[in-house]
Nanobody
Framework: QVQLVESGGGLVQPGGSLRLSCTASGSIFSISIMGWYRQAPGKQRELVAAIISGGSTNYADSVKGRFTISRDNAKNSVYLQMNSLKSEDTAVYYC???????????????WGQGTQVTVSS
């Protein structure tokens, strides 16, 4: 069984920084895309940033220039460095990964449990 475990959320003042981490464990053959989504109260879940195994990245316009996504393929981990945080970044952040458990298997979407990020003075 594959699991994604996140860490690094918390309370930070506007303008501050946080680093989120997510590690996948279990039966893993390959991981194609890893990413971070967020969901604020009363809003739909939205893509924050994604990174493919080769390193190409994609960011939501609202976080470009402030957030950086990276991954360590050897550790099956993805990270999100968040700088210049704003109150509107407050949300539950979810790790997501497309994982194949065996060679030739269709990749399946896995989600972490979510970590709260609160930006407030």
């Amino acid at each position: 069984q594959v699991q994604l475990v996140e860490s690094g959320g918390g309370l930070v003042q506007p303008g501050g920084s946080l680093r989120l981490s997510c590690t996948a464990s279990g039966s893993i053959f390959s991981i194609s895309i890893m990413g971070w989504y967020r969901q604020a109260p009363g809003k739909q879940r939205e893509l924050v940033a994604a990174i493919i195994s080769g390193g190409s990245t994609n960011y939501a316009d609202s976080v470009k220039g402030r957030f950086t996504i990276s991954r360590d393929n050897a550790k099956n981990s993805v990270y999100l460095q968040m700088n210049s945080l704003k109150s509107e970044d407050t949300a539950v952040y979810y790790c997501n990964a497309e994982i194949s458990e065996r060679r030739g298997w269709v990749p399946y979407d896995y989600w972490g449990q979510g970590t709260q990020v609160t930006v407030s003075s």
